[in-house]
């Protein structure tokens, strides 16, 4: 059997992982699956023949750390996917200006360096709205993402000024459209479509993820939304092993939230074909690009 590490982080008790659906089709095709914490300590690496990111949802916390861990294990004979330089372009959000060059219909944004909570009133005038949406451009899980309003966003200075104090961060209009409609996910294994799921906040909440009491299920996308999302995977810079691109409908087209490149869950549960064909593509990929 070969050997694949699962990287997660060293407590899943408060999240919703469905990393352990593509076990078994793994093993069926000869690959045991091992959870690691990227956490962890005296790690040899060269026990396994690939490490795949999945479930490391604290990294944010020290993305230094973490990316210092992806150094070890890019060092050693093991295969990361996805590659350490994928990380590194897609754990700052910035990385949208790059493909909204290429032509990907992104949310209205604005990039900050510093942040000064006098230009907030700005942002409203800036979108025409009255409500924004800030967060860092280095977050996940809906992590410090505030949701404002131009008669409540003087109540969060001190919150906001803690949070942005040390990092860039992004300003976007608040999309009417997650509230009525949802946010959509499209998931490509190895470039190839798999699913599509559509995530819809709670009524007094507007973040889609689970955790947050966001609510799922299964779609079959529109003709529109898939065009996007493939255009979106085909403009990455390289065909990673697993995407997830999200997605809000936006007048006649839908816009580009993020693209997930990272950690991203895959939402095996919605899908019972999507494990296997998640197991396929990988074992695919090793054969084809690394002899494995």
């Not at 992982?17 to 095709?29: G, I, R, S």
């Not at 200075?157 to 499209?186: H, R, T, W």
């Not at 955790?211 to 493939?230: D, R, S, W, Y």
């Amino acid at each position: 059997m070969k050997q694949c590490a699962i990287l997660t982080m060293d407590c899943l008790d408060n999240f919703e992982a469905y990393d352990h659906l593509f076990d078994q089709p793994l093993a069926e095709l000869g690959w045991q699956t091992h959870l690691v914490s990227w956490k962890a300590k005296g790690i040899n690496w060269n026990n396994f023949d690939v490490v795949l990111i999945r479930t490391t949802w604290d990294y944010q916390e020290d993305a230094e750390a973490f990316l210092k861990v992806l150094e070890n294990i890019e060092a050693s004979t093991a295969v990361l996917e996805n590659s350490i330089d994928i990380v590194r372009w897609n754990i700052n959000k910035k990385y949208l200006q790059e493909l909204a060059d290429k032509q990907v219909n992104i949310v209205p944004t604005i990039w900050k360096d510093d942040f000064d909570f006098a230009e907030t009133s700005r942002y409203f005038s800036a979108f025409n709205t009255d409500q924004i949406v800030l967060k860092p451009c280095v977050s996940a899980g809906a992590d410090n993402t505030f949701w404002l309003t131009i008669n409540n966003y003087q109540q969060f200075k001190p919150q906001l000024e803690q949070a942005f104090v040390n990092g860039d961060f992004m300003v976007q209009p608040f999309m009417e459209q997650i509230k009525k409609e949802g946010e959509y996910s499209c998931f490509y294994f190895d470039g190839v479509y798999s699913h599509s799921i559509l995530k819809t906040p709670t009524n007094d909440d507007f973040r889609v993820q689970e955790e947050h009491g966001g609510e799922i299920k299964l779609i079959e996308p529109e003709p529109m939304l898939k065009a996007q999302a493939e255009h979106a995977v085909t403009q990455l810079n390289v065909l990673p092993m697993y995407a997830r691109v999200d997605f809000v409908r936006n007048g006649e087209y839908f816009a580009m939230m993020e693209a997930e490149l990272i950690e991203p869950s895959l939402y095996f549960n919605m899908d019972e074909n999507s494990a296997p064909l998640f197991a396929k593509a990988f074992v695919n990929r090793m054969q084809r690009d690394y002899g494995l």
